[in-house]
């Protein structure tokens, strides 16, 4: 059995060999691309079954960031979406024989928290300006810049390093179940990974979504304090 | 274990191409359709509200109008029911009146039934007395009777004033008696007569049989009834008198 912590290149493109994880990525970007197009092109005031669950879909992701921002929920959507939507088809497409999910591989995740971690920067700079994101690492007192410095790369190296260990550690039990009885007793694990897979989606969608909105909130002036 | 920076940057790129795929193809039309199905439902449930508030104006405006007829009606009951009352009290006055006006003609009826009946028997029983009188006089002694009215003729032209007892004489007086009278009865008066006015009396002589008993003075301006004719018509007279009275 190969180790799961390792990535052996399928194919290479020059210099750039292609992991199997990229491929995965590839197929679910077509899967998620294609069904979406699909869905969209028939949109109507009367909801089909479909429309009704995509649209679910949409006033549930609204409504998270609604609760968790306060703010109007339309900047965000696409980035918050997307990574719930791309880490729960990856973390279940563990279900398909033969294939592993790319957020078991670190390179994944680690790409997912570097987008989170440029994307509360870019969200911290237009929401209260560069100084403003620069004074929010001053706060509550210019000592705490080192540390905050620090705990704004530590906060999404742990999104990476969480995620990928949940997925991988589910994946790595798996096989080490499935080598041993492959038939019918990987089953519960399989159903535990689904729901470990949900709730880790969800996890780094909200966390993302906090840091996020911590990042602008800390950028805007505060109100002064009554002496 | 390993890590290869260029998967670390492929993955990245996948899934920002994905964030914008995603926006394009999923997140913005489905968004926009939700936000367009918000616009209509709130588009609908305005013109619901419209709806409703026409419906309850035009509800209040059927109540109002539904009491105004009540106020109508009542304001007609009430005037169909005074005009009965004055027409009920107008009939009963005039049926009133007409009752009294029957009564009264009824009670005038009545009052000059009556009197025609007393003056009928009035007739009746004056004749029957000039019958009775007629027959007594058939049985007394006309000599002592005629003596008796010639006495009350004179002692009537006594009692005229003396004014005109001098116009009387010598005037052409006629004497009407009940019964015929002959030569010496004739003197009898024209003495008797002449004595009273003083002198010689211009007597002409008629018979009446109709004066039962008695002689009567006439001429044409002057009259003295002596009779007993006269004197049952005087009587009636007085008698038909109390009756007014008594009537009055």
């Known amino acids: ?227 | 274990m390993t890590f290869d920076p260029w998967t670390l940057g492929f993955q990245a790129v996948n899934v920002l191409v994905l964030v914008w795929l995603l926006h394009r193809f999923f997140w913005k039309p489905v968004a926009g359709m939700i936000a367009a199905r918000q616009v209509a439902a709130a588009t609908l449930l305005d013109k619901a509200e419209a709806a409703r508030t026409e419906a309850e104006a035009a509800s209040a405006e059927v109540t109002a109008t539904r009491a105004g007829l009540a106020a109508e009606r009542d304001a007609t009951l009430a005037t169909a029911r005074k005009d009965a009352a004055a027409a009920r009290d107008t009939l009963l006055a005039e049926a009133r009146a007409d009752a009294e006006a029957l009564h009264d003609t009824a009670k005038a009826a009545r009052v000059r039934a009556a009197e025609t009946l007393k003056a009928n028997a009035m007739e009746a029983a004056q004749g029957l007395a000039i019958t009775i009188a007629g027959q007594l006089v058939a049985r007394l002694d006309n000599v002592a009777t005629d003596a008796a009215f010639l006495g009350w003729l004179v002692e009537g032209l006594a009692a005229l004033p003396e004014a005109e007892r001098a116009v009387l004489a010598g005037a052409p007086l006629e004497v009407v008696s009940a019964a015929a009278q002959d030569g010496a009865a004739q003197n009898r008066i024209v003495k008797a007569v002449g004595a009273e006015l003083g002198g010689a009396a211009n007597l002409t002589f008629r018979t009446d049989t109709a004066l039962i008993a008695g002689h009567e003075l006439h001429s044409p301006h002057f009259s003295l009834r002596n009779s007993w004719q006269a004197d049952l018509a005087r009587i009636a007279a007085a008698l038909h008198e109390d009756a007014v009275r008594d009537a009055a």
């Open chain 1, 1 to 227: 059995m190969d180790s799961p912590l390792q990535s052996l290149p399928l194919f290479t493109v020059g210099p750039a060999p292609i992991m199997a994880s990229v491929v995965v990525t590839w197929a679910i970007m077509a899967v998620l691309v294609l069904g979406a197009a699909m869905l969209t092109r028939r949109l109507s005031q009367v909801p089909s079954k479909a429309q009704a669950v995509a649209e679910l879909l949409v006033a549930t992701v609204d409504s998270q960031i609604r609760n968790v921002t306060g703010a109007a929920p339309a900047p965000y959507r696409a980035l918050i979406g997307t990574l719930f939507l791309f880490i729960l088809i990856a973390n279940w497409s563990s279900l398909i024989p033969g294939v592993t999910p790319p957020t078991a591989t670190m390179e994944t995740p680690a790409a997912l928290a570097a987008i989170v971690f440029l994307s509360i920067i870019f969200f911290g700079i237009r929401g209260g300006g560069l100084g403003g994101f620069l004074r929010g690492f001053a706060r509550p007192n210019p000592v705490m810049i080192p540390l905050n410095m620090l705990e704004s790369i530590t906060r999404s190296f742990s999104m990476f390093v969480r995620l990928f260990g949940n997925v991988m550690s589910g994946v790595f039990v798996i096989a080490i179940v499935g080598s041993l009885a492959a038939l019918l007793v990987p089953i519960p694990l399989m159903v535990l990974d689904l729901l470990t897979g949900a709730v880790q989606a969800y996890i780094f969608a909200v966390l993302s979504m906090v840091f996020i909105t911590s990042a602008v909130e800390k950028g805007r002036p505060q109100p002064k304090k009554e002496s």
